[in-house]
């Protein structure tokens, strides 16, 4: 599957917007990619995670567990999981920091990549990483759909994509003219009431 591929695959699902976005991260910018609405079909889900398993096997061989942060990663991670054999699980948050709940474990030995939905700033990937890393499995790298950071986030580890795009994105208070006069959405759910 090629990076035009995957792309085609967000259009199709009306997951690629145009516009002015409040990130997550509390960056600005005017593309946003709304996985969720590709993640609706599954067919589509399939084919994308088969692919980033394909990638994952090509650079880094076997693998025993995926592990992917809570929300956004879940679907990815578990299908990107089935298309490799293995085992899929999540951290999620505990007292503000992602940790392996729900009797979850990576035993010695066991040989593990950290599967993300879209890396931007790499935070969520860093963190997720840093809650392996406290366990005896061996730790061999990551994964993702789209690096939208065009390769410049540092997650501390090795990082294939799918797709790697150069999105910009401003400071609040460094907007582009083109951008400012926008009204700001804030479709991701990192602030949503539960």
Do not use: N, W
């Not at 999981?81 to 293995?86: E, M, V």
């Not at 505990?94 to 066991?110: N, Q, V």
């Not at 061999?140 to 994105?169: K, Q, Y």
């Amino acid at each position: 599957m090629t990076q035009q591929d995957v792309l085609d695959e967000f259009r199709a699902s009306d997951a690629l917007l145009e516009g002015h976005f409040i990130l997550s991260s509390g960056r600005h910018s005017p593309i946003f990619l709304q996985k969720m609405r590709v993640f609706q079909y599954p067919d589509r889900t399939e084919r994308i995670c088969r692919a980033l398993a394909d990638r994952i096997r090509e650079r880094f061989g076997a693998v025993d567990m995926i592990v992917s942060p809570a929300m956004g990663g879940i679907i990815p991670g578990y299908e990107t999981a089935r298309a490799l054999g293995c085992r899929a699980v999540f951290v999620e948050r505990e007292d503000g920091a992602f940790a392996l709940r729900r009797g979850f474990r990576i035993p010695e030995g066991t040989r593990v990549v950290m599967v993300e939905d879209i890396v931007t700033t790499g935070l969520s990937s860093r963190e997720c990483i840093a809650a392996i890393r406290e366990h005896p499995g061996e730790f061999l790298g990551a994964a993702c759909l789209i690096d939208r950071s065009g390769g410049r986030a540092d997650i501390g580890a090795e990082l294939v994509s799918l797709v790697a795009m150069d999105v910009p994105d401003y400071a609040p208070d460094a907007l582009p003219p083109e951008l400012a006069e926008i009204p700001a959405e804030k479709p991701g759910s990192r602030d949503l009431a539960g």
